[in-house]
């Protein structure tokens, strides 16, 4: 695959994930579903930690793409660089966003970024009937994904902090 594959990926992930169900919740609801503010909270200090962490992995796929010298700063784990797992990085990157966009669906208005203090119809059928947050469990697939399309230490640093936050904002 070309240079720019990942960064449209990401491009297009981030549109269809995030920005276009956002849009569809408060177009719908009349509520802003990004419940994340501007607070010394946990769980809004873990929606800035995650906010950074897709901020860079925007901003190193966007730079390799138009620098390609900038592949050997980012350490790569040649142990990793194998075709194999570079399908099925692919196939996960895939999958996983097929996956993500279902399990909105099926929350239809209740889809929320973070924790919302209003309530709303708790989903219990579908994807969420197989996993109790399949949303994490999509992006976690797609953190792994990116890892096996290309690895390095930017990659392998962004699943672990990525995941990481996942497990505590859930907890919270």
Known sequence: ?????LLTYLIVYLT??????????????GLNPVT?????SAHDY???LFKMVMLILLL?????ALLPAVDEYLIPISWLEIDLFRYVGYALLLASL?????????MADSWRIGIDSSKTQLASTGLFGVSRNPIFLGMVGTLLGL???LPNALTLTIFALGFALMQIQVRL
């Open 147 to 149: 890892l096996l399309v």
């Open 16 to 29: 269809v994930a995030f920005v276009l169900p956002t849009y569809r919740v408060w177009k719908r609801t």
């Open 60 to 64: 190193a796929t966007g730079a390799r």
């Open 46 to 48: 873990v929606g800035m």
């Open 1 to 5: 695959m070309d240079r720019y594959t």
């Open 36 to 40: 994340f503010g501007g607070t010394d």
């Open 98 to 106: 097929v996956w993500v966009v279902t399990a909105q669906v099926q």
